[in-house]
């Protein structure tokens, strides 16, 4: 198999497990609080990651554990997985899985209006009329289809799942900071941390931890290794194969097409067709912004 198809081919498998994560989330959070599968998922992801890195010999976990290192992945991990999914399970758990899902997408605009001070970034006027199109998407999807009436069902849940999308920009601002380390290392140590305050959350909180029910068991295996840890190392996998990153990185917007369906066959949910177009509108305005700050970056360098 030629490089670019199996990079190709590891990166739809990688999309076909993610969209399956709204329903993994729905379906796990009828058998356990949202904080708890966090930290089961935690362990199970963890576990994972550490096999793989076990396997890998050009990693060594003695490397890993810098001072720089440390600091480092102590914030990273504060983002993500601890804050960032603390705040999108609880969504899940108030709002339909197609929803909290759709929403949940909407980080790349974040991450273009986060850019601004963190990376001292201009937002050029095309990016205004990208924006736009993604929050009319918004407001469709919040509003079930009625954008008029400015009636948000349940407005606690959109807002927590709109806050998931921005935990995961600063993130993801975070990460572009820190290219030194490979992202093997990153995962694994930003994960450790991740179910260090996981654990303390727990403890503050007084919520007992107890041997979970086999239903929660099979929903913190799937989501630990599937949505934690070995799909991000097949993504990365592919993404190192592809000639050109941008080839394979904007497969990524199928995942909450295919997640639609998923979440009907497995869910149950009745997929609304305001929700369809308002996805549309995200991920319309998401390609815009990506096309034309592409064209303008190849005349800058032409």
Same mark, same amino acid.
């Given at each position: 198999?030629?490089?670019?198809?199996?990079?190709?081919?590891?990166?739809?498998?990688?999309?076909? $497990?993610?969209?399956?994560m #709204?329903?993994?989330?729905?379906?796990?959070?009828?058998?356990? =609080?949202?904080?708890?599968?966090?930290?089961?998922?935690?362990?199970?992801?963890?576990?994972?990651?550490? *096999?793989?890195?076990? $396997?890998?010999? @050009?990693?060594?976990?003695?490397?890993?554990?810098?001072?720089?290192?440390?600091? +480092?992945?102590?914030? !990273?991990?504060?983002?993500?997985?601890?804050?960032?999914?603390?705040?999108?399970?609880?969504?899940?758990s108030?709002?339909?899985?197609?929803?909290?899902?759709?929403?949940?997408?909407?980080?790349?605009?974040?991450?273009?209006?986060? #850019?601004?001070?963190?990376?001292?970034?201009?937002?050029?006027?095309?990016?205004?009329?990208a924006?736009?199109?993604?929050f009319?998407?918004?407001?469709?999807?919040?509003?079930?289809?009625?954008?008029?009436?400015?009636?948000?069902? @349940?407005?606690?849940?959109?807002?927590?799942?709109?806050?998931?999308?921005?935990?995961?920009?600063?993130?993801?601002?975070?990460?572009?900071?820190? @290219?030194? +380390?490979?992202?093997?290392e990153?995962? $694994?140590?930003?994960?450790?941390?991740?179910?260090?305050?996981?654990?303390?959350?727990? *403890?503050?909180?007084?919520?007992?931890?107890? !041997?979970?029910?086999?239903?929660?068991?099979?929903?913190?295996?799937?989501?630990?290794?599937?949505?934690?840890?070995? =799909?991000?190392?097949?993504?990365?996998?592919?993404?190192? *194969?592809?000639?050109?990153?941008?080839?394979?990185?904007?497969?990524?917007y199928?995942?909450?097409?295919?997640? *639609?369906?998923?979440? +009907?066959?497995?869910v149950?949910? @009745?997929?609304?067709?305001?929700?369809?177009?308002?996805?549309?509108f995200?991920?319309?305005?998401?390609?815009?912004?990506?096309?034309l =700050?592409?064209?303008?970056?190849?005349?800058e360098? #032409?």
């Amino acid at each position: 198999m030629k490089k670019q198809k199996k990079a190709y081919f590891l990166a739809l498998v990688a999309i076909l $497990f993610w969209s399956t994560m #709204s329903s993994a989330f729905k379906i796990s959070l009828r058998f356990i =609080s949202f904080d708890l599968l966090i930290f089961w998922s935690a362990i199970i992801g963890l576990l994972a990651l550490t *096999l793989i890195l076990a $396997f890998n010999k @050009e990693i060594s976990f003695k490397q890993q554990f810098t001072k720089r290192n440390i600091l +480092r992945s102590a914030v !990273m991990g504060f983002f993500n997985p601890f804050l960032y999914y603390l705040v999108l399970l609880k969504a899940y758990s108030l709002l339909e899985a197609q929803v909290a899902g759709i929403l949940n997408y909407t980080w790349p605009i974040v991450l273009v209006l986060l #850019s601004v001070p963190f990376l001292k970034q201009k937002i050029p006027f095309y990016s205004f009329f990208a924006l736009f199109i993604s929050f009319v998407g918004i407001i469709i999807i919040g509003t079930d289809g009625n954008p008029y009436a400015m009636q948000i069902t @349940e407005p606690f849940g959109i807002f927590l799942a709109l806050l998931s999308a921005f935990f995961w920009a600063i993130y993801w601002i975070l990460n572009l900071k820190d @290219e030194k +380390r490979k992202s093997e290392e990153k995962i $694994f140590l930003n994960l450790l941390f991740g179910l260090v305050y996981i654990a303390v959350y727990l *403890l503050v909180k007084g919520v007992e931890i107890e !041997m979970p029910n086999w239903q929660t068991i099979v929903g913190a295996i799937y989501i630990g290794m599937f949505e934690l840890s070995i =799909s991000f190392v097949i993504w990365l996998n592919a993404l190192k *194969l592809s000639s050109n990153t941008a080839k394979v990185s904007n497969l990524v917007y199928l995942s909450p097409f295919v997640a *639609l369906f998923w979440i +009907r066959l497995t869910v149950g949910e @009745e997929i609304h067709f305001s929700t369809v177009i308002g996805l549309i509108f995200i991920v319309s305005g998401i390609l815009v912004q990506q096309l034309l =700050s592409g064209r303008k970056k190849d005349l800058e360098e #032409s």
